[in-house]
């Protein structure tokens, strides 16, 4: 171009811009399988490739595949399922989707969730429409079609570079066939360059002799091939860092190069898993295979992040008393908004898991809570379990013990002070007695007469408007805020005047003040409620101002004490 005149040079280099900048972008399919076992570690896993392109200046976003015939988990226990977490477009999805929201920063929606229920109830809706022209519905091309069909809307509606895909379950697993079939053809139709396979599978140790095991992870890949899918990279989940015997061994029979194997070990904190498997040269890799180019992760942010989770100067105890506590994956985002809240405060957050009904069995047990410097009660349904939230909500009020009720927590301390300060005998949720003789917590009148309970509730984003001069609108430092909500239940409008009479605050209220939102008793040093979920959008390092400010509280009541010790 050196013998053009200038002008021209400049006219060729604009359409090339021009035609450079009309070129649609061409997505990555990165799919995540997993094999040995369930919960082996594939959201985690998944999440951290995601963040390494991010530190890279890379667009992802998520999809998460749930096998299962429901079509979400919305009406699972979550002792089947772990927490179900709620989108701002009111989806009940898998918990692994707010491990997403929390490592991308990003807000998903419900369609990035798929489900078997969800493929086979539209191709069925379809074949009785006569859309299929008479054609014999099968699973593949049908189911598949399906599959694929969704992926690509998810990677045509965002936009991105890459978009990523975990497959739930396990390599074997007869739900999860036609999703490896799907992902499969994805490769064929987007090609080598565009598509990466990584494979997550567990390595164990064995106790006696302390030797790392490969060869579950050897059979797993062997069924993915066995499948037709050829992983490009295996990423062996262990207690510890493997040794270069089983890296050499896993590469050899997994059929890959040595430096496509990456090891995911335990952590002391979740989200140094990115940096871990970027150390490792993972990022790097995934960029190479897709041909992405050649960027620098810039990982200043992430890392003080983690490092303020890391290097904590204090320490503050904090008692979560539920009904599902033997699974900690049932309250997955209370533990992380605790962890959120308390890295940028400096202060480790132990966290103890307190079944409520023990305060049923004995009430003189709730002495145990004055060892902690934070009670919370958190979200659930039905009616076991609910006396002793009651107990534990009011014995945090007598004591002035830091107190957050979430959800049904907020309505089972609204309870509680309608009984213990109202005078109120006998007050409850008519979802737990609906002969209660005061009925403060009620049915929402939309629900009424709801016959399918799944998807039905009241989900997803509404704006809360705060109340000037409460102690949440300091914390939000905002009149109108979006918080996540999951209920059918609701403050009855007939008690909110005695409610408010006996020094109650309605610190939070819906747009039009028709729903009660969120409560604070003023004179003690932190006692809320929210209705809604705070913790569905607390993200590492920017907390959830609820969570942030009870944190705060409970660490100004350690400190308080110590000084109360050195008078002494």
Request: proline content about 5%; glycine content about 10%; some cysteine.
């Amino acid at each position: 171009m050196r013998y053009l005149g200038k002008s021209l040079k400049h006219t060729i280099r604009t359409y090339m811009l021009i035609l450079t900048e009309s070129t649609p972008k061409t997505c990555k399919y990165i799919f995540v399988t997993g094999g040995v076992l369930s919960s082996v570690g594939k959201g985690v896993v998944t999440a951290s490739i995601g963040k390494m392109l991010q530190a890279r200046g890379y667009s992802v976003t998520v999809i998460k595949v749930d096998p299962y015939l429901n079509v979400d988990c919305g009406t699972m226990n979550p002792y089947q399922h772990g927490e179900i977490f709620v989108t701002e477009d009111g989806g009940e999805i898998d918990l692994d989707m707010g491990h997403y929201e929390r490592f991308l920063d990003v807000n998903l929606s419900k369609d990035q969730n798929i489900t078997t229920g969800q493929i086979y109830l539209t191709v069925i809706e379809r074949e009785r429409r006569g859309e299929y022209l008479g054609r014999c519905v099968q699973i593949v091309p049908h189911i598949t079609d399906e599959i694929k069909r969704r992926i690509y809307v998810v990677a045509e509606r965002s936009s991105v570079d890459a978009l990523l895909v975990e497959v739930g379950g396990t390599v074997g697993d007869i739900e999860g066939l036609p999703y490896l079939e799907a992902i499969r053809q994805i490769r064929l139709e987007k090609g080598y360059d565009n598509t990466l396979f990584v494979h997550v599978a567990l390595v164990p140790v064995l106790d006696v002799t302390g030797e790392e095991k490969t060869k579950p992870l050897q059979h797993s890949v062997n069924e993915l091939r066995r499948i037709g899918i050829q992983p490009d990279i295996i990423v062996a989940r262990c207690s510890r860092m493997i040794g270069e015997e089983a890296k050499a061994k896993i590469a050899l029979f997994g059929t890959i190069p040595r430096e496509a194997v990456f090891c995911s070990y335990n952590l002391p904190v979740v989200y140094q898993a990115p940096i871990m498997l970027d150390e490792q040269g993972m990022g790097d890799y995934i960029c190479t295979r897709l041909k992405l180019g050649s960027r620098k992760a810039d990982w200043g942010r992430w890392k003080e992040i983690v490092d303020s989770m890391l290097n904590a100067k204090y320490r503050v105890k904090v008692a979560l008393c539920g009904k599902y506590t033997s699974l900690a994956d049932s309250y997955v985002s209370i533990l992380e908004a605790l962890k959120h809240a308390g890295g940028v405060l400096s202060t480790k957050v132990e966290i103890d898991l307190i079944e409520a009904e023990v305060f049923e069995e004995e009430s003189g047990k709730l002495c145990i809570l004055d060892s902690y410097d934070g009670v919370i009660v958190p979200p659930g349904f039905g009616h076991r379990g609910t006396e002793g939230k009651i107990a534990v909500a009011n014995y945090a009020r007598e004591k002035d013990i830091p107190f957050l009720g979430l959800c049904f927590g907020f309505q089972m301390a609204i309870v509680a002070f309608a009984r213990y300060v109202c005078g109120l005998d006998g007050a409850n949720s008519t979802e737990n007695d609906p002969d209660t003789p005061h009925p403060v917590l009620d049915l929402m009148p939309e629900q009424r007469g709801v016959e399918y309970i799944g998807g039905s509730m009241r989900l997803g984003a509404y704006p809360v408007k705060l109340k000037p001069g409460t102690l949440l609108h300091s914390l939000y430092s905002q009149d109108i805020v979006y918080e996540r909500h999951r209920h059918r239940w609701e403050v009855n409008p007939k008690y909110w005047s005695i409610l408010e009479s006996h020094g109650m605050i309605f610190s939070g209220v819906s747009l039009d003040g028709g729903r009660i939102e969120a409560f604070e008793i003023p004179d003690l040093r932190f006692y809320v409620g929210t209705q809604y979920h705070p913790e569905f959008k607390s993200r590492p390092g920017r907390p959830s101002p609820v969570f942030y400010g009870f944190i705060k509280s409970c660490l100004s009541r350690v400190m308080e004490a110590e000084v109360e010790a050195l008078k002494l």
